[in-house]
Structure formats: structure tokens, C-alpha cells
């Protein structure tokens, strides 16, 4: 079964500054995607970024980028120029490509605080 | 474009009390899922489907909760009855259909409380 580990409960940044945000996952699988996704308080959950797994180029969207390093099953998002309304609860995920099932399975969340 | 919409936003109930929430996907989404999120966790897929029909129910505790999706459009999601550890945000998320990659987008969820 596929799981995602998110290690960081918390995280803190300045204002301006950069932070990234860790995820590991398992799977057999080799064709998959993988995601980012932002959950404000008011809870709407909201795609920040995705991956393809037989991509080796890290996507980028705007201040959002990833590492990722498929033998190493690791998925880390780098927010720079840190924005008060990057504050929220970041949850990675994954899902299995080329098959009918769209189930995303989560991370436990990483709520990222950002001071002024 | 309108988003996912679902109601209530927020709902109270005792235990042993039946509860269900409704979800209108985003036009011309034919795939639909319910996830149930807890409290300092991430949501866990509950049930997905596609148009009518249900591809994967397999986290679906399906002695106390059913779902429909009649017509294709709008689902109802249902439990009955409620235990303390239904407590939780029910969020649902809609996408085109197919075995390629389809953006989910989700509603802004209904929080159960159960007493």
C-alpha cells in the first residue's frame, strides 16, 4: 500500500524569506503523481503544484517548487519570497497514474506559520 | 465558473443520530469523491464516482455510512448512526473523468461534530 510521511507538524517563516516543506512517500510503483496542496483556515483545499513521476525536471509555479528525487521517494516544496498568505495547513499527496481510481492519498499536514 | 458546493457548512448531533450532506460538483464533472478528514490528519478517500456509478468504496465504513449520486450531478453522503469518531470534515472534490491526470477541486467541506 502507498503511504505519504510528512515529519514537520509545524513550520515557521519570515516574511520575504524561504522555506521547504519535507514529504516522503512508498510505493512499487513507477508511474505515479504527486502533489501539493494548500488548505487555508477556511479549509478549501487548493492545488499548489503537482509532479509527474516520469518527469526528472522539478515543476515550478511561480514561488512554489519542488525537489523531487524519485529513488530517494522524496517530494520537498520550496516557497520563497515567503507571503503572509502563504499561511495554512500543507498537505503533500499522491496518486497512482493510468488508472481509472483518482484516490489522493495524504500526507498528515504541515501547518506553516508565516511572521511578519 | 462556480466551484464545488456543499451544505451545511457546519452540524451538530448526538450519537446514535443519522446525518447527510450534500454536494453539487462543478459542471460537467463526471467524477466525484467524498473524503473524510479528521482532525490533524489528511483526508482519507471514502467513496469515488464516476458519473452514477461507484469505482472505489473500499474505505467506505459501509455498516453506518451509503452514499448516492442518482443522476450523475449531485451526491448525498450519509451516516447512520453516528459515533463519536465520526467527528470530522467532510470534504468533497469533483474532476473530469478518465485515466489520465484530471485536477480534483474541492468544496469547502462540512464539519460534523458529534456528542
Known amino acids: 500500500a502507498q503511504t505519504v510521511t510528512q515529519s514537520q507538524p509545524e513550520m515557521s517563516v519570515q516574511e520575504a524569506e524561504t522555506v521547504t516543506l519535507s514529504c516522503t512517500y512508498d510505493t512499487s510503483e513507477s508511474d505515479y503523481y504527486l502533489f501539493w496542496y494548500k488548505q487555508p483556515p477556511s479549509r478549501q483545499m487548493i492545488l499548489v503544484i503537482r509532479q509527474e513521476a516520469y518527469k526528472q525536471q522539478n515543476a515550478t509555479e511561480n514561488r512554489f517548487s519542488v525537489n523531487f528525487q524519485k529513488a530517494a521517494k522524496s517530494f520537498s516544496l520550496k516557497i520563497s519570497d515567503s507571503q503572509l498568505g502563504d499561511a495554512a495547513m500543507y498537505f503533500c499527496a499522491y496518486r497512482r497514474a493510468g488508472s481509472n481510481t483518482g484516490k489522493l492519498i495524504f500526507g498528515q499536514g504541515t501547518t506553516l506559520q508565516v511572521k511578519p | 465558473e462556480a466551484g464545488v458546493a456543499q451544505s451545511p457548512r457546519y452540524k451538530i448531533i448526538e450519537k446514535r443520530q443519522s446525518v447527510a450532506f450534500w454536494c453539487n460538483p462543478i459542471s460537467g464533472h463526471a467524477t466525484l469523491y467524498w473524503y473524510q478528514q479528521i482532525l490533524g490528519q489528511g483526508p482519507k478517500l471514502l467513496i469515488q464516482?464516476?458519473?452514477?456509478?461507484?469505482?472505489?468504496d473500499s474505505q467506505l465504513p459501509k455498516d453506518r455510512f451509503s452514499a448516492e449520486r442518482l443522476k450523475g450531478v449531485d451526491s448525498t453522503l450519509k451516516i447512520q448512526p453516528a459515533k463519536l469518531e465520526d467527528s470530522a470534515v467532510y470534504l468533497c472534490?469533483?474532476?473530469?473523468?478518465?485515466?489520465?491526470?484530471?485536477?480534483?477541486?474541492f468544496g469547502p467541506g462540512t464539519r460534523l461534530t458529534v456528542l
Open positions: 472534490a469533483s474532476s473530469y473523468a478518465g485515466p489520465s491526470y484530471n485536477e480534483q477541486f
Open positions: 464516482f464516476q458519473n452514477n456509478g461507484v469505482v472505489d
